[in-house]
């Protein structure tokens, strides 16, 4: 388990930019599989992007060419940046990481409903998009 925390939601107008932050703590080694989820209000949480121990991405199709997660391992730093938004991208959006012990692939880019205990989270930061 890792600390996790989240920052730079916001609110903006479709066609703007927002980056997330989310900064880790509690490491013992950086085999972690890194992932945004975020939650409409009604819907499961979904997978938007993840990142692997080797820093491997991957997106949603909803999300690609728009959104680009990164990490900055000098500063334990995740970073979800986010261009050309639209409505539709509204939502709680968390940082989340799960050790490549318990998750050997960085696979999470669907939609779920639980979590096993494996996962840390962090508390979530607000995007709102207007059109």
């Known amino acids: 388990q890792v600390d996790l925390a989240e920052s730079g939601g916001g609110s903006v107008q479709a066609g703007g930019s927002l980056r997330l932050s989310c900064v880790v703590s509690g490491y013992t080694d950086r085999r972690y599989c890194m992932v945004w989820f975020r939650q409409a209000p009604r819907n499961p949480r979904a997978g938007v992007a993840t990142i692997d121990s080797n820093d491997r991405p991957q997106y949603a199709n909803s999300v690609k060419g728009r959104f680009t997660v990164s990490k900055d391992n000098a500063k334990n730093t995740l970073y979800l940046q986010m261009n050309s938004l639209i409505p539709e991208d509204t939502a709680m959006y968390y940082c989340?990481?799960?050790?490549?012990?318990?998750?050997?692939?960085?696979?999470?880019?669907?939609?779920?409903?639980?979590?096993?205990?494996?996962?840390?989270w962090g508390q979530g930061t607000q995007v709102t998009v207007s059109s």
């Open positions: 989340a990481a799960i050790s490549t012990g318990a998750a050997p692939t960085c696979d999470y880019l669907g939609s779920y409903s639980s979590f096993s205990r494996d996962w840390s």
